[in-house]
């Protein structure tokens, strides 16, 4: 499966911005799926994954309550809406694809065999 990651931006401290991931090659249905992220000079870090059918989601402690993570396996996209931003969002951030068929929502990276070229999101203070 090929990932394309877009919607990065620049936005204000409290703002909102809306991430998507297109998948092309496999169907998305089949795949896990999540979004972590890198700040410069740091490890790439989990944010949020959700399971094949969307029914289940997982996030990071400091996203919690701020973040949702979503997906619509007839467009084949998953989507991280991201609200109340802080500088310290501030990062790439890449989508991820495990699978195809997991049955587990991973969040460390090794689970994750493909991923997108990720998307740069600047939270100015």
């Known amino acids: 499966v090929q990932l394309q990651a877009s919607g990065g931006g620049l936005v204000q401290a409290g703002g909102f911005l809306g991430l998507c991931c297109a998948a092309?090659?496999?169907?998305?249905?089949?795949?896990?799926m999540g979004w972590f992220r890198q700040a410069p000079g740091k490890d790439r870090d989990f944010v949020a994954a959700?399971?094949?059918?969307?029914?289940?989601?997982r996030y990071a402690d400091a996203v919690k309550g701020r973040f949702t993570i979503s997906r619509d396996n007839a467009k084949n996209t998953v989507y991280l809406e991201m609200n109340s931003l802080k500088p310290e969002d501030t990062a790439l951030y890449y989508c991820?694809?495990?699978?195809?068929?997991?049955?587990?929502?991973?969040?460390?990276?090794?689970?994750?065999?493909?991923w997108g070229q990720g998307t740069k999101v600047t939270v100015s203070s």
């Open positions: 092309s090659g496999s169907p998305l249905s089949s795949y896990v």
């Open positions: 991820a694809a495990d699978g195809p068929y997991t049955a587990v929502i991973h969040t460390t990276i090794p689970h994750y065999d493909y």
């Open positions: 959700i399971s094949r059918s969307g029914s289940i989601t």
